[in-house]
């Protein structure tokens, strides 16, 4: 898993500039599923802020145990195998924030999470940011960033992908991109469109909102 500078939003909480961002591209009053929620902090914000009925499923039991804490509805599961136990339409949106790349079946998750859930809202670290182009290039090792912050001995990062990659998946599969947003290395959004080569080049985590046909 990777982590961003969390900053203080206007609740004054503790918040991930990214989370934020997903935060943004949801609608009040929404039914949300939360895959991976961690300690709950995007669900609390949007209960707070948009009253969205959320829900989490998060692996870790210390997460869970946080965000029970919090007064959150939060269940310990596994994104690859829990999520076939939900009906289809179950929710407005489905959140999968910085955690696809530690899926065992991305392709699979993806497509679950469009089955229960009207729009899925993914994020995720680039592989092909220029700082990781540029470790690997000159440094031959394998890279570490903001968006990729643990060593590949302790990573549970399986199966990163690049920008280019990931469209590639959605227009293989059928999703459709409502939006797209490139985040720098500091978690701030970047000034340009996620298109093409620069968005692939510069952008070190990417947010997408996506629906089926």
Not at 88 to 96: G, K, P, S
Request: with cysteine; aromatic share 8%.
């Amino acid at each position: 898993m990777t982590n961003s500078a969390p900053i203080k939003d206007v609740a004054h909480k503790d918040i991930r500039r990214d989370l934020l961002m997903i935060a943004e591209m949801v609608a009040p009053q929404s039914r949300l599923l939360d895959v991976g929620c961690g300690d709950g902090s995007l669900l609390e914000y949007l209960a707070h802020e948009k009253q969205v009925d959320g829900r989490g499923i998060e692996i870790r039991q210390s997460g869970v145990n946080a965000c029970v804490a919090r007064g959150l509805s939060v269940i310990q599961g596994d994104a690859d195998t829990d999520l076939p136990d939900y009906p289809d339409a179950a929710f407005d949106y489905v959140v999968l924030s910085l955690t696809l790349q530690a899926t065992r079946n991305p392709r699979k998750v993806l497509h679950e999470m469009l089955r229960i859930g009207r729009r899925a809202i993914v994020s995720f670290p680039n592989f092909a940011y220029w700082r990781v182009r540029l470790q690997l290039m000159f440094g031959g090792r394998m890279p570490m960033t903001a968006a990729l912050d643990d060593p590949w001995y302790e990573t549970q990062n399986i199966h990163l992908c690049t920008i280019q990659d990931f469209d590639e998946l959605c227009a293989r599969d059928g999703f459709i991109v409502e939006q797209r947003i490139a985040v720098d290395g500091h978690g701030n959004r970047n000034g340009w469109k996620l298109q093409g080569a620069a968005a692939n080049w510069f952008g070190a985590q990417a947010v997408y909102v996506l629906h089926r046909r």
